[in-house]
């Protein structure tokens, strides 16, 4: 072997080995860029999508189902925080703990709902709830 074809090799082991120890990474990397090409990227969550998740919950807890109700309600909270919605969403999971016994989570949630939003409709019906909450306790 000539000098040439040495280095050539040399270089081409130095590529291999720092690709077996990083190039694991880098492939599942490249995997998932080529794979969200194909598939597009993942749709943007948006207010229309939370306020499905807000009626749904509504059915659930004039239904009387609490838990699955505070399931809609807390998925609208973690999910779309930016969303209008997060304020009633808030209101909506304290009445499902209060109605399931969960006073203290419930009171978590109506101050919540208070200290974050400070005033308007929703802030005045959780004060008059945790009030009643509170009275329970």
């Known amino acids: 072997m000539n000098k040439t074809t040495k280095v050539f090799f040399r270089g081409l082991i130095l590529v291999c080995l720092v690709f077996s120890i990083c190039g694991c990474a880098a492939l599942r990397s490249f995997k998932e860029g ?27 807890y004039e239904k009387g189902l609490y838990e699955t109700a505070r399931n809609y309600f807390e998925q609208i909270i973690e999910d779309y925080p930016e969303s209008s919605l997060v304020e009633v969403a808030l209101y909506y999971q304290g ?13 978590s949630a109506y101050r919540q709902l208070i200290m974050e939003y400070k005033y308007g409709f929703w802030v005045d019906a959780a004060k008059k709830e945790l009030a009643e909450v509170e009275l329970t306790m």
């Not at 009445?95 to 009171?107: D, F, I, L, W």
């Open 34 to 60: 080529f794979m969200e090409g194909v598939r597009g990227p993942e749709p943007k969550k948006t207010e229309d999508q939370a306020l499905i998740l807000f009626d749904d919950g509504v059915k659930a």
């Open 95 to 107: 009445g499902c703990y209060k109605n399931t016994g969960q006073n203290e989570m419930a009171v």
